[in-house]
């Protein structure tokens, strides 16, 4: 479908990509990986003609269709969310609104598109008009757009909402190539997920740059690695890259070893018997056979990695933060109407549920950043809160340097620890004298985390922390969190982040807060339990008609009942048993869920903790519910469905 041939392009003196090759075929799935600057977004350029190679040639089949999803997007204009996501062409664009704006005129007359001019009707008709529209709206509640925002001014929107509405535009365009650079940039996990399962199914190919190892590992078949000039395909997803890569480079180290042998040995005969007029000819020999050799390059990686930790915070109580009460609104749109919340030291809690539900907010409740109407705040002893916000911008000041903007802190640091510092988050030599406006998203990312380090919390309150960080600055964020001894509250729709960190979620949604004490694995299993509990108890009110009966043979009157009724007295056994395995799980989830509540609420005594080890055995004890809790689950399930299957059946 689309191959590009020997491609060279060099930016003053650095080469990003020297000679190299790629074949993309129809229904490819393939990741483009490598460190920020590597030139990823460059070679999307190449790709789309917007940047031309210095040398090589991109090769394209007739009639292939290229879509494209940028980072950023440019500020909206007078066009609604429905007319970005059905602009698959100007045409249609066109004829679209000239339809729109004859249903506007003519609201009670006629509602019929037929009346409108033939001849744009049937244009319409041609570009299969009203089905586009019907998928364009699909596309936008899976990526969480309500109904009443079809028609809104995109205009009144945020930058993300804007990006969501150019994603379903692409979607609804279905190009044959679809090109998508940071995609899940703007995306709650409810839409993540969404977006994750429709690609899954999209009939084109995919190439696609993420910096989201999940997302990755549920698209692609394919990685294509930038490195040292060169991109290197692998099979698999990005795990299996890893693996891959990592048997590459044993190899690769062995064969440069072992010729670095040979060539040490060939010189070393030239330096030997070069001199002596019996054996010159065979040295000078030795010297073009290493000139003839293909040099095998020395396996060092050009990728810069971040590393640090985080100095250990002050010892906090046992309680941290409690809010209690809590109202808070914009305007008249009011968010919270008398939450509570509390956590504990030592939590590492995330907070999930769609965008504009609310998550941002309890953060900044928590941080003290905004001020509810009404309801008391309350810290623990000895807490500190520290907030990240996702907005970086909001805390950076883009007229002063990074070092100035990194010493801009209340603790007492010297100029040297903090260049340390800097040079860790890869802020180096000049780099420091910058103006924190020209900086990129990443950067602005990393010197804020920088400015976190320097002045370190004990309650730490973090907005999508790892929004344009590279894979191995997420990887090092993630140790040394791990690492970190305070209370971390966060919010991210990275859900390998959120795997390796949660041990609490909260869902957020309409003003409600729902608690679930267990991991992200445990508060997916928990929330599909209850959606199968919701959906067997609809099914039971609804009656859902049974199926009919496959045609009898005839038989009298007499044998007939006899039959039926033994059919009947089988169905009811069918119908006991199972309802005694569905009791029997249900009996052991209802008592696990409730032994769970009480450890909870003896973990919220802080007589537990004087106790001796009770605590311990305590949280132990409750580890191990969760474990029984999602190995059953799914049992009762499974046991609930052939309940409802039987009785549909009777």
Do not use: C
């Not at 679809?178 to 429709?198: K, R």
């Not at 698999?236 to 064969?255: H, I, K, M, S």
């Not at 500190?384 to 007229?399: E, T």
């Not at 802020?427 to 920088?450: H, I, M, N, Q």
């Amino acid at each position: 479908m689309l191959t590009l041939s020997g491609i060279t392009k060099a930016y003053g003196g650095r080469t990003l990509f020297s000679d190299v090759t790629l074949q993309l075929n129809r229904e490819d799935r393939i990741g483009l990986v490598g460190p920020n600057g590597a030139g990823k977004s460059t070679l999307f350029s190449i790709i789309l003609g917007e940047e031309g190679s210095d040398d090589g040639e991109i090769i394209t089949e007739r009639n292939v269709n290229i879509g494209y999803l940028p980072q950023e997007s440019a500020p909206a204009g007078d066009e609604t969310v429905i007319e970005i996501a059905t602009a698959i062409s100007p045409e249609f664009v066109k004829l679209r609104r000239v339809i729109k704006a004859w249903e506007h005129d003519h609201p009670i007359e006629s509602t019929h598109p037929e009346d409108v001019h033939d001849d744009v009707h049937d244009k319409y008709n041609e570009l299969n008009g009203y089905h586009i529209e019907a998928k364009a709206k699909q596309i936008l509640a899976g990526l969480s757009f309500r109904e009443k925002d079809f028609d809104r001014p995109a205009r009144e929107m945020s930058g993300g909402w804007v990006m969501r509405a150019h994603l379903a535009r692409l979607l609804t365009q279905e190009p044959d190539l679809l090109m998508l650079d940071e995609p899940t940039n703007h995306l709650d996990l409810e839409a993540l997920i969404w977006f994750q399962e429709y690609l899954q199914g999209y009939p084109g190919a995919i190439l696609v740059i993420s910096h989201d190892r999940e997302f990755l590992n549920s698209l692609i078949s394919h990685t294509v690695e930038i490195r040292m000039s060169k991109l290197i395909r692998y099979r698999g997803n990005y795990d299996d890259y890893l693996v891959q890569r990592e048997a590459n480079e044993v190899q690769l180290l062995a064969a440069y070893k072992n010729q670095q042998r040979e060539i040490n040995a060939l010189q070393d005969f030239a330096r030997r018997f070069g001199a002596k007029a019996s054996k010159a000819s065979q040295a000078q020999s030795k010297l073009k056979q290493i000139d003839r050799m293909e040099k095998i390059e020395a396996p060092t990686s050009d990728e810069k990695k971040v590393s640090f930790s985080f100095p250990q915070p002050q010892r906090s109580g046992q309680r941290v933060i409690r809010m209690t009460d809590i109202h808070f609104a914009y305007g008249q749109n009011v968010v919270y109407n008398g939450i509570d919340f509390e956590a504990e030291r030592g939590q590492r809690m995330v907070l999930v549920g769609p965008n504009g539900a609310g998550k941002s907010t309890l953060l900044k409740l928590l941080a003290a950043n905004v001020t509810p109407s009404q309801g008391e705040r309350e810290l623990g002893h000895n807490v500190k809160a520290g907030y990240f916000s996702q907005y970086r911008v909001d805390q950076l000041d883009p007229s002063r340097s990074v070092l100035d903007e990194a010493l801009d802190t209340p603790s007492r640091v010297t100029e040297q620890s903090v260049r340390t510092l800097l040079g860790s988050f890869l802020f180096r030599d000049d780099d420091v004298f910058k103006k924190v406006s020209v900086l990129s998203g990443g950067e602005k990312s990393r010197l804020a985390l920088v400015k976190l380090l320097l002045d370190p919390p004990n309650l730490l309150l973090m907005d999508e922390p790892t929004t344009h960080l590279d894979m191995n600055s997420i990887d090092a964020l993630l140790y040394a969190l791990g690492q970190f001894e305070g209370t971390l509250i966060f919010i991210s729709h990275d859900v390998y982040f959120i795997r390796a960190l949660a041990k609490n979620v909260v869902h957020v949604n309409g003003g409600v807060l729902t608690h679930y004490a267990g991991d992200y694995q445990y508060y997916l299993d928990k929330t599909k339990s209850l959606s199968a509990r919701a959906a067997l108890t609809a099914g039971a009110k609804t009656g859902e008609p049974a199926k009919p009966a496959a045609p009898k043979p005839t038989v009298d009157r007499k044998e007939q009942k006899r039959i039926e009724a033994e059919q009947r007295q089988a169905r009811s056994g069918k119908l006991k048993g199972q309802r005694q395995i569905v009791h029997e799980f249900e009996k052991k989830i209802q008592a696990l869920e409730k032994r769970q509540a009480d450890i909870t609420e003896e973990l919220e005594k802080a007589e537990t903790y004087q106790a001796g080890s009770r605590a311990s055995g305590l949280n132990r004890e409750f580890s191990n519910n969760a474990d029984e809790l999602a190995e059953i689950t799914p049992k009762w399930e499974a046991a609930a469905t052939k309940l409802a299957e039987l009785d549909a059946e009777g």
